[in-house]
């Protein structure tokens, strides 16, 4: 057997090993989500536990998300990225606004979108839906208030002679680590682990956005990390389905 | 009352869809931990359950093939096949099942879809 037989065979091996082991997971996780909905449905007086339970339920979706994250970025790394199908953005837009609300029933989160535009299509199907879910998701978890209100501006941009959707999302109150003051986001994520594991989801925005074709980053603000921040996604446009 | 057969290889998930599905009001029938075990029990109940819910990845028999054989022996079964593949979703639906939800999901999608159901009935 080659050395390329024997890498492939590993790579497989791998894969095998990763879906079985996200199964298992979310099977679990299946478990622990049903039991704190049936808790939450039970008249629980007690406001402070509930916020618990509520706050509980967040960690599982999170939990959820990065297993299916990982799922989604093995299958990205193995498709043809000119077999992506087009996805609404609008749409997937409003969708994650929605989501969002089950994602964490313990924070009221608004989004105001300009200009709301009837057709915008990017190529990467559900992938790209998902991805934009994903972004939100990062970034609300990066607000530590509970009244999170987030401006989302749509624009068409030139990406390397390509036609793109720029999405760009600003929180005055989401905090990046200092160390993504001045850096890219793949720099630090290279540089300081700690920041790594706080924030794969963005990682993951910018491995799943770059497969896509398009890119992603975030950046404070203002000089510091009270002003909030803005995040920038780029996705290459499509043609309506 | 509508009834249900639990099909699933994880214990612990059978008793949360069996927990929650009886405190909602629902008559849990019977559970099987494969599709094999599921088919046969099946095929030997004189009492059909209104719904079946279906995990797919079990060993033995898998949720998709166990699906295809309870359709054939009664193509008007309802199947809700529920699964953290959510690549088998067409499989599944090709099968037969009425719907699919991936794991983990709502136990009130759970219960919505189990109500869509009872009142086609």
């Given at each position: 057997m080659t050395e390329m037989q024997v890498d492939i065979e590993q790579q497989k091996q791998l894969a095998f090993y990763m879906d079985m082991l996200g199964h298992d997971i979310l099977n679990s996780n299946q478990a622990v989500l049903g039991y704190l909905e049936l808790i939450l449905s039970t008249?629980?007086?007690?406001k402070a536990v509930r916020k618990y339970v509520e706050k509980a339920v967040s960690h599982i979706r999170t939990s959820t998300i990065l297993i299916e994250n990982i799922k989604r970025l093995m299958a990205a790394r193995e498709a043809?990225?000119?077999s992506f199908k087009p996805a609404d953005l609008m749409a997937a837009i409003l969708r994650s606004e929605r989501e969002l609300r089950r994602h964490y029933p313990d924070k009221k989160v608004s989004l105001s979108i300009s200009?709301?535009?009837d057709e915008a299509y990017v190529l990467g199907d559900s992938a790209a839906e998902n991805l934009i879910f994903n972004l939100m998701v990062s970034i609300v978890g990066l607000d530590r208030n509970e009244e999170i209100e987030l401006s989302l501006m749509l624009k068409e941009i030139d990406c390397g002679g390509r036609m793109c959707w720029s999405m760009t999302v600003e929180d005055p109150n989401a905090r990046l680590p200092p160390a993504m003051k001045d850096k890219s986001i793949d720099a630090v994520y290279q540089q300081d682990g700690s920041t790594a594991v706080k924030m794969a989801g963005l990682l993951f925005v910018k491995m799943m956005a770059v497969s896509l074709g398009g890119d992603f980053d975030a950046h404070q603000?203002?000089?510091?990390?009270?002003e909030g921040s803005t995040f920038v996604l780029v996705l290459r446009k499509a043609g309506k389905p | 009352m509508t009834s249900v057969l639990i099909v699933d290889d994880e214990l612990f998930i059978v008793e949360l869809y069996r927990d929650i599905l009886q405190l909602r009001?629902?008559?849990?029938v019977g559970t099987a931990f494969d599709g094999e075990e599921a088919l046969r029990k099946y095929g030997n109940s004189?009492?059909?359950?209104?719904v079946i819910i279906m995990d797919h990845?079990?060993?033995?028999?898998n949720g998709v093939d166990a699906t295809k054989e309870i359709i054939k022996l009664n193509p008007n079964q309802k199947v809700i096949f529920v699964s953290?593949?959510?690549?088998v979703e067409k499989e599944a639906r090709d099968a037969g099942a009425v719907e699919f939800l991936p794991k983990p999901f709502r136990m009130d999608d759970l219960i919505e879809k189990m109500e869509k159901i009872s009142n086609l009935r």
């Open positions: 008249s629980i007086t007690d043809d990225p000119n200009p709301r535009i603000l203002g000089k510091t990390e009270d | 009001g629902y008559r849990v004189a009492d059909k359950p209104d990845r079990m060993p033995v028999m953290a593949d959510v690549l």
